[in-house]
């Protein structure tokens, strides 16, 4: 059984570019969670994604955006970087049980 | 403002003895908590859960105790061991929502030999 893998792990950014993260969910769940943590933080809960459309979004604005795949992959895209959107991003793929299983995170800096 | 509170950032505890970490939350929809467990360069693995018709559930080492009226919950550790040493995240559902779930700050664990 495949985990969650996200892709890149660490990446560098400036300020007002544009960053993508990738996210393959766990062979045979349909649902996959976005969050953000920030050092020092807890999870921030992003979006989420459940068969191909958006399914809930926490207190981000509508520069963070996303995207499911068929196959249940996912994308988050945040557009105009900010300083403050440095942090650990971490994807979570959950079946018809609810729990999550989180992958280990894409690590983005802005600067 | 934060639904789900960690007040004690960081706790050292000896190896043998009982780890005790605190949760408190806000938010009276919540009805499902969990606690998940989290090492460096990993992502957070689910420990334990308690639904809120029970005041306790017990899974080896861990219990998790729910105090609804006080909005508060703890995760007890018996006994530490040096490899529980990492960071604890209470978090929280709703029926409505069950993976749609609220995280707190997290408290670092540190389990000394």
């Known amino acids: 059984e495949t985990g969650v893998t996200q892709s890149p792990t660490h990446l560098i950014k400036t300020r007002g570019q544009q960053v993508t993260l990738r996210c393959s969910s766990q062979s045979g769940h349909n649902t996959v969670s976005w969050y953000q943590q920030a050092l020092g933080q807890g999870p921030q809960f992003i979006f989420q994604y459940y068969r191909e459309e958006e399914n809930g979004r926490g207190n981000f604005p509508p520069r963070f955006s996303g995207l499911q795949f068929p196959n249940y992959s996912s994308e988050l895209n945040v557009n105009a970087l900010e300083l403050d959107d440095s942090a650990l991003y971490l994807c979570?793929?959950?079946?018809?049980?609810?729990?999550?299983?989180f992958g280990e995170g894409s690590r983005l800096t802005v600067l | 403002d934060q639904q789900v509170k960690q007040n004690s950032p960081s706790l050292s505890v000896q190896e043998g003895r009982i780890s005790i970490l605190n949760c408190d939350y806000t938010n009276s929809m919540f009805d499902y908590f969990l606690w998940y467990k989290k090492y460096p360069a990993e992502g957070p693995t689910f420990l334990i859960s308690i639904s809120s018709i029970k005041d306790k559930n017990e899974d080896g080492r861990f219990t998790v105790f729910l105090n609804k009226s006080a909005k508060h919950l703890s995760l007890h550790i018996v006994p530490s061991q040096p490899g529980d040493s990492a960071v604890y995240f209470c978090?929280?559902?709703?029926?409505?929502?069950?993976?749609?779930?609220?995280f707190g700050p997290g408290t670092s664990l540190s389990v000394i030999p």
């Open positions: 979570a793929s959950s079946g018809y049980t609810g729990e999550l299983f």
């Open positions: 978090a929280a559902s709703a029926e409505t929502s069950y993976d749609k779930v609220i």
